[in-house]
């Protein structure tokens, strides 16, 4: 299984909703990262886990949250979007952080409205 | 510091020509590079990577790039283009030390002209 799951593939959701995007990956892989990509532009990091810690947040808003409830998932959770953060959430998982290439999923179209 | 140039932000080809894309790259440390495709509202496919190994790489789909460390690229080619290649391309350099150390080109959209 060499697959990044993600979960819904598209989501629309309004201003003062709470949502959750699901990422799971069965490769063993120790380190996982969430990425949002706007049209035409490429991936953007915001969070990095590693051994299922917190390793790297890029200064992303609080509302955005990462969970990351075992070795397997990776969640972010949504709450009070704008509608700015329209894009294409991205979460990639890698063997490791150093000198390992990193495996995508599919994305999650999200619409903030 | 780190960076990573796509040299054209389209590239247009007739199906069954030669598909060029240019990436050059800069690195303080010995860079582990790769080049990923994405079709439309799809996730980024791994299509090759060169970690320190053979210069001249294979990938899927037909694709190599070759490392050529004097001239700091990494430039993607396929001797023969199919519709199936038109996509966005992105050329990504990670470096060994740091844990934010993928860092993307801006892309290359290709077009296949039938």
């Known amino acids: 299984d060499t697959e990044v799951t993600q979960t819904p593939k598209h989501l629309v959701m309004g201003m003062t909703n709470k949502k959750s995007l699901k990422c799971e990956q069965h490769m063993g892989h120790r380190a996982m990262y969430w990425y949002k990509q706007k049209a035409k532009k490429p991936p953007e990091l915001m969070f990095v886990?590693?051994?299922?810690?917190?390793?790297i947040n890029e200064s992303v808003p609080s509302r955005f949250s990462p969970e990351c409830p075992n070795s397997s998932l990776l969640n972010l959770h949504l709450h009070a979007l704008q509608p700015e953060d329209s894009a294409l959430y991205l979460c990639?998982?890698?063997?490791?952080?150093?000198?390992?290439?990193?495996?995508f999923g599919q994305g999650t179209r999200l619409t903030v409205v | 510091a780190q960076s990573v140039t796509q040299l054209d932000s389209h590239v247009s080809v007739s199906e069954g020509t030669p598909v060029l894309l240019r990436c050059n790259y800069s690195s303080s440390y010995s860079p582990s590079l790769f080049w990923y495709v994405q079709h439309p509202n799809k996730g980024l496919q791994l299509l090759l990577k060169?970690?320190?190994?053979?210069?001249l790489v294979k990938g899927i789909n037909g694709f190599e790039a070759e490392f050529k460390k004097s001239e700091t690229s990494f430039h993607l080619t396929k001797p023969s283009a199919h519709m199936s290649d038109a996509a966005e391309y992105f050329c990504?350099?990670?470096?060994?030390?740091?844990?934010?150390?993928?860092?993307f080109g801006t892309g290359t959209r290709l077009t296949v002209i039938p």
């Open positions: 990504v350099v990670k470096v060994k030390s740091g844990a934010n150390n993928l860092f």
């Open positions: 060169y970690t320190s190994a053979a210069t």
């Open positions: 990639a998982s890698s063997q490791g952080i150093v000198n390992t290439e990193a495996f």
């Open positions: 886990y590693s051994y299922e810690k917190l390793s």
